[in-house]
């Protein structure tokens, strides 16, 4: 086992584990390309991928705020693991760019780009960054399935899991942390959006929070337009904001995570 005497040395090792190759800045297509050989077809050219694991891993899910001997050690297998492997780095951002936002590097192995498919393709996707506040390492092929946690380090890996939700509930619930610790701010299970209605005062837009858990439709009404068709009034609808995690702000606005393709906008409180 190797001791780390100078501590940002280890810190560099795990937020940026070394592999054979890196690659960064990769489009959708070129990921939906390299996930080819999982993709199982259908009529809507949708792409359906079937796990090994089906669901989150609670019970192998350890919470590491000390990381002692043991832990190095397993950490230190990984990182020779992945010395001969080609990775992926996928950078996200939560929120909107003009509100201090927070980002998030996915590191996963190559062989399952399904994975870093379906980050891009569920959050804000970046120019690729050294740099991030949340880190996401994943190996899925790993030997032994354990999820570690390390809230302190703002670092989450993910071995011997495969299910895309483990990935996805790490940068949310890290994110989740950092808000409660460094922004102030209250964590919520919730979608958002904006809803355009006429008042006396004119076209209004009112913010709106939708709660629920997961799998119950918490989505469904986050895009329905609630009967505000344009034949009733040319401007009323709904806009979609975020879909799942919100971060509420002692200031005022929320932060959302999983937000639509393109621009980003906050909701006002």
């Known amino acids: 086992m190797q001791f780390y005497d100078d501590h940002s040395s280890f810190s560099e090792k795990l937020r940026h584990p070394v592999s054979r190759s890196l690659l960064r800045d ?43 001997e043991s832990l190095v050690a397993l950490l230190e297998q990984v990182w020779g693991y992945l010395r001969w492997q080609q990775m992926i780095r996928v950078t996200a951002r939560i929120g909107s760019p003009d509100r201090q936002p927070l980002f998030s590097n996915l590191y996963v192995t190559r062989r399952y780009a399904r994975i870093a498919q379906m980050f891009a ?24 399935r354990k999820i570690i946690v390390m809230p302190r380090q703002r670092v989450t890996y ?38 355009r209605v006429n008042t006396p005062r004119g076209l209004e837009e009112k913010g709106v929070l939708v709660f629920g858990l997961s ?22 609808g709904g806009q979609l904001l975020h879909q799942d995690r919100q971060c509420e702000q002692a200031a005022g606005p929320f932060v959302g995570s999983k937000g639509q393709k393109g621009p980003h906008r906050e909701l006002l409180g």
Request: some cysteine; proline content about 2%; aromatic content about 6%.
């Open 26 to 68: 990769i489009t959708d297509d070129e990921l939906r390309a390299m996930a080819a050989h999982e993709l199982v077809p259908n009529n809507q050219g949708s792409s359906l991928y079937v796990t090994r694991i089906r669901s989150r891993s609670g019970a192998f899910t350890e919470v590491v705020y000390d990381i002692d």
């Open 121 to 144: 393709m569920n959050f804000s996707v970046e120019l690729d960054q050294d740099y991030a506040d949340i880190v996401t390492v994943v190996v899925p092929e790993w030997h032994q």
């Open 158 to 195: 993910i071995l011997g899991s495969d299910y895309y939700g483990e990935a996805k509930m790490a940068m949310l619930r890290m994110a989740m942390h950092l808000g409660r610790e460094t922004m102030n701010a209250l964590g919520l299970h919730a979608g958002s959006k904006v809803i």
């Open 215 to 236: 799998g119950r439709s918490r989505g469904s009404p986050g895009r329905r337009q609630h009967h505000t068709s344009k034949r009733q009034c040319s401007g009323l």
